[in-house]
């Protein structure tokens, strides 16, 4: 039986793969940079929220409150005359990177975890490289890019823009497999 334990190494080894492979995809690949556009007037739009002093989270505008305001004629009036926009503010100021690579890479630590788990259950210590790699490479796959295609079905992601996280995300689950397919326990 392989434990969990036992697959730290790989599940280590994968992390930092995936984190190497996607700061070089987002720094210096170029296909990302136009996930996000400009709005119009820019200037004149910062300048006229910045009035309301929006604190930090997530918002959607036209917000209706209840299920049963969805259906209120002035709440209908407001949506149809529009904009309608999910928007999520951040703290104004410089982007401070360190907390949110740290997260990521917890984030590629549990993805490692959970293929880990998954391919332990399933495979014996000295398991072939190719089965090793089906079932971690599968489950980082589910890890990194099956919850990008619910922002775009409820929250209109691009699809362009989910597609290219999505091809992100094999990326990754082939290095995950990779890792573990090499460094699986013998027997």
Known sequence: MVTLASLWLPILVA????????????????????DYRRVPSEDAVMDSLRSFD????????????????SRDAAFVAKRTKGPVLFATVLPSGDIVMGGRLAAWFAFCVVVGVFAGYIASAALPPGA??????????????????????????????????TLKSSFDAFVYALLTGGAFGWLWPGT
């Open 15 to 34: 992390a930092v793969l995936v984190f190497a492979a996607s700061s070089l995809m987002h720094m210096v690949l170029a296909y990302h940079r136009t």
């Open 54 to 69: 929006i604190p930090p989270g997530d918002y959607l505008i036209p917000c209706p409150g209840s299920p049963a305001a």
């Open 128 to 161: 072939p490289y190719l089965q090793v790699f089906r079932f971690t490479s599968v489950v980082a796959f589910v890890g990194y890019a099956l919850a990008l295609w619910e922002l775009a079905i409820w929250y209109n992601r691009s699809v362009v823009t």
